[in-house]
C-alpha cells in the first residue's frame, strides 16, 4: 500500500462544501432570473486563452498575478483574470454573428496569483452584464435598473446606488482652466474616501492652487436632493450639456420603474465624487454600497465605455456595463444573517426501518418527488437515533416512518424534525397532501 | 493606434454564444433539480491543484493530455482532467465535517489536451454524482432511478439503462476455472461492441479454451427478461449469491417507482457484457444509451466502488456514482430536434418609437417584469424595420408599441412578431393581463 497522499489545496484556493455551495447557487439563481427579465443572455469563453490575448502584445513583463504558462503545444497561455477581456475579444470575433445592442451577463470563476494575507483568494466568481452596441441613454438607464432590481431581489437591506458622469466632470475642470491636470485631479477625487476631504483640499491646492481646489470640494460635495446636485454640477461646468441630460433622463427613468421613492429597495444619488479608477470610463460611472455594510466597498459597479474591444477590432464597440462582487455580497449576505444556512435541499428522509422494504420505500420516494418533494432514502437500516442525527445535520424537516405496522395497516407516519411529533395519515396520498400543503404546493 | 490582435480562441477551445449557451443552462438546470428531488447537494473544488494530488507521487512523467505547470511560487500545479480525482480528495479532507451518506453532485469544466482531430474539445464539462459512505443496495438503486429521472426530465427520447454486476461475473469466471485469466477475459468482453461476438469467441478460445470460451459467450448473452437473464447468470455463477440478489433488489425498486414497465420511460436491462472498464469498479455497474442514437455511445454510466479516497486517507470510503456525458446529450438534443433553439430569454420588447419617452418605456418595462415578463427596451430611435428585425433575431415573441398616438389615449398596442398583427389594449393592465394569460401565468 502507498503513502498516504496528505490532501490539500492549494494556498489561496478553497473547497465550497454543500452550505457554502448551495449559498452561492441560489445567490447566482436569482442573479439569472434578474439578468434574464431584463432580456440579458449568457455566453461563456474558455478559461485559458492565448496570452497575447489576455495580456495584450506588451504582456512581456507579465503580472505576477496572472497563472501564466507553456501548453504542451508550446503556446503561450494564461488562465482568465478577468471577464472583461476574453469578453472584449469575444465581441470582436463574434460581432457579425450576434444582434447588436447586445445584452450578456457571465458569471464564472477567474484566478488571480493575489496577496493571500489580505484575505483575498486566488480563484474566485466574477459576475459582469454589459449592454454593447449602442451609446443610448436607455441602457445606461437599464444598467441601473438592474442594479436595483437585483440587490432588491437579493433581499440584502438597503442599499445606496452612487451614479456621476465622467464627462460632466471633465467639462468642470475645463471650466476651471485645470484641464491639463485632470488626470491628477481625478486621482486625488479617488481618495477621498482614504484619506477625507480636508487632506483631498490640501493636496489639490498643491496642483491647481487653493481657490481652485475649493471649487472641487465644493463640486464633489452632494446637495440635499439629486436635482439640487444636478444644477449645481450644470451651473460649475458651464451649464446643461448633453452629460447632465443624460444623467437627468437616467433619474426620471429610475423614477418612473419604481427605483427611486417610495416602494424603492434602495436609492439613487448623484454623487460627483465617483470617478471608478481613471482610464476606462468615458460617460456614467457607478458603484453601489449596502447601508448596513458600506465598510465592504462598492459590490456593484461599472459605467459606460466608448471602445470595447479595440485591441482586437477596429469596429467601433461602445457599451455600458458593471460587475456584481459575488464574494462580497456573499459575505455579506452571511453578516446579515440573511443566508438560508441550507445544508441541504432534501424535504423528506424516508427512514430505513425493514431491511426487505428497498423497493417499498423507492416507490415511497417516487410518489413523493413526483409530488414536488425532495426525497431520499437513508439506504440502510441503522438505529433510529442514527438516521435522525442525519436528518438534523443535513437539515431535514420531515422524517417518514413506514415499518411492519404501517405497511400491515397501510398507513404512513410522518415526524416533524422540529417539533419531534408523529403524526399518522390513513394513506400515502394524505401524506403527500399534509406535506404539500406545508409546502404551499 | 497599436496593431490589432487577432481575436482567437485555442484550438480544443470553443466560445458558447447565446444560443448554446442557453441551451448547456437550461440541460444544467433541469439536472440540477433532479439532483436536488434526490437529497444531492451541490460541492464545488479548485480548478488549479498541486500536480500530486491529481496525479499521485508517481505523477513524473505526466501524462501529455494534463495541463500541467510551475505556479509563481514555483508549486508544480495542474488543471483538473476530472471531477472523480478532486472529489477523492475533497472526500478524505473534509468527511468529518460531513454527514454520511454523502450525496453530492458537481457539475464544472475539465480540461484535457485531447486530439482535437477526433473532433474532441480540450476543455469540457463533466457532471459526476456519487452516494459516499454505504454499501447499500438502496444508494445502488438510486443512482439507478435517478439515471432515469434525469434522462426523463430531459425529454430526449426512450433510453436503455444497461446494469451489470462484477462480482457476480468474477463468480462465473472462477467457476470457470479461469480465475488467473479473468483480466483478460473482462479486456475482451469489453470489445464485444467493437468487433462483435465471433471475434470475441475466437480471442477468447485462445486464452482459455474452446469450451470455455462458448461458455462465456453464453453468459454474457441476454435473455427475454431480466429474472430469465438473472437465473441464467445465478446458474453459471455456481448459485444465487448477495451479487444476484442486489441486482434482484435494484430491479423490484425500480419496478416499485415506476421506472420499469408501463409509464416508464426508459428500459432497464441486465446486460452481462457490460463491465466498464477493468480497474475502478467493484460492484453494480451501468451504462446507458438513448435508443435513438446508440451510436454516440453512453450518456450516462458508473458503478460500484470499495475505496473512494485511498491514496489521500486509510478512512475506507465506499459509494457508488455516475457521471452524464453533458456534451454527448448536448449533441443528442440537437440532433433529435429536441433544442429549444432559443437565441434569447426576452418575451416583450418595447419599441423606441418617441426620443423623449425613455423613463416612460422603463415604467412599462418594469409593469411588465413584475408580472414575470422578461421585457427590455430598444434603447434608441431607429427605424421600425430595424427594431422589429432586432426582435426576430432574437426571438422575441411580442413587441410593445406606444407613441404619441398610444401616449395621448392612454392605450398600448402589442404585435405578435409571428403573426405580424397588432392588437391594441385600452390600458397597459389589460395588455399584461393577454400576456400573463399566453404565457399561461
Not at 492652487?209 to 454640477?233: H, M, N, Q, W
Request: hydrophobic share 40%; with cysteine; proline share 4%.
Amino acid at each position: 500500500m502507498p503513502d498516504i497522499i496528505e490532501p490539500r489545496v492549494l494556498k489561496g484556493f478553497r473547497d465550497y462544501l454543500p452550505e457554502a455551495e448551495i449559498e452561492r447557487q441560489a445567490l447566482i439563481d436569482t442573479l439569472a432570473r434578474v439578468f434574464r427579465s431584463f432580456g440579458f443572455v449568457p455566453i461563456d469563453t474558455p478559461v485559458l486563452e492565448y496570452a497575447e490575448i489576455l495580456l495584450g502584445k506588451g504582456g512581456g513583463e507579465t503580472d505576477k498575478q496572472v497563472y501564466r504558462f507553456k501548453d504542451n503545444g508550446d503556446r503561450d497561455v494564461a488562465m482568465r483574470f478577468d471577464l472583461t477581456v476574453p469578453f472584449a475579444r469575444f465581441m470582436a470575433e463574434h460581432v457579425d454573428e450576434l444582434y447588436l445592442p447586445f445584452r450578456r451577463y457571465h458569471m464564472a470563476k477567474v484566478w488571480r496569483g493575489e496577496n493571500t494575507q489580505r484575505g483575498r483568494y486566488r480563484e474566485f466568481m466574477q459576475c459582469d452584464f454589459d449592454i454593447v452596441g449602442t451609446d443610448a441613454a436607455a441602457a445606461d438607464a437599464d444598467i441601473v435598473l438592474l442594479i436595483h432590481d437585483a440587490l432588491a431581489a437579493l433581499d440584502i437591506g438597503s442599499f445606496t446606488l452612487r451614479i456621476n458622469h465622467r464627462t460632466l466632470f471633465n467639462r468642470f475642470i475645463a471650466n476651471l482652466g485645470a484641464q491639463d491636470k485632470a488626470p491628477a485631479v481625478l486621482r486625488l477625487v479617488d481618495k477621498l474616501d482614504k484619506i477625507g476631504p480636508a487632506e483631498v483640499e490640501k493636496l489639490l491646492g498643491e496642483e491647481i492652487g487653493a481657490s481652485a481646489a475649493a471649487k472641487v470640494l465644493e463640486y464633489i460635495r452632494p446637495e440635499a436632493d439629486f436635482e439640487a446636485t444636478l444644477k449645481k454640477l450644470e451651473s460649475l461646468a458651464g451649464g446643461p450639456g448633453p452629460d447632465s441630460q443624460r444623467l437627468r433622463e437616467i433619474w426620471d427613468s429610475a423614477r418612473s420603474a419604481g427605483a427611486v421613492g417610495p416602494g424603492a429597495s434602495g436609492q439613487l444619488v448623484l454623487d460627483p465624487s465617483i470617478t471608478r479608477g481613471l482610464d476606462y470610463y468615458t460617460g456614467v460611472v457607478f458603484e453601489t454600497r449596502l447601508d448596513a455594510m458600506p465598510e465592504i466597498g462598492s459590490v456593484c459597479g461599472g459605467g459606460r465605455y466608448d471602445e470595447l474591444a479595440s485591441l482586437y477590432t477596429k469596429k467601433r464597440l461602445p457599451g455600458v456595463g458593471a460587475a456584481i462582487g459575488l464574494d462580497r455580497l456573499l459575505t455579506a449576505l452571511e453578516s446579515l444573517g440573511r443566508t438560508k444556512g441550507r445544508s441541504g435541499y432534501t424535504e423528506v428522509l424516508i427512514l430505513a426501518l425493514e431491511e426487505s422494504f428497498g423497493p417499498r420505500y423507492q416507490g415511497l420516494a417516487s410518489a413523493l418527488r413526483k409530488a414536488g418533494l425532495a426525497t431520499e432514502i437513508f439506504p440502510e437500516k441503522k438505529k433510529l437515533a442514527q438516521q435522525f442525527a442525519y436528518a438534523e445535520k443535513k437539515g431535514i424537516p420531515y422524517a417518514l416512518i413506514c415499518g411492519q405496522d404501517e405497511a400491515q395497516k397501510g398507513t404512513v407516519t410522518l415526524r416533524s424534525m422540529e417539533s419531534r411529533e408523529n403524526r399518522e395519515f390513513a394513506s400515502m396520498a394524505e401524506a403527500v397532501a399534509f406535506l404539500g400543503g406545508k409546502k404551499g404546493l
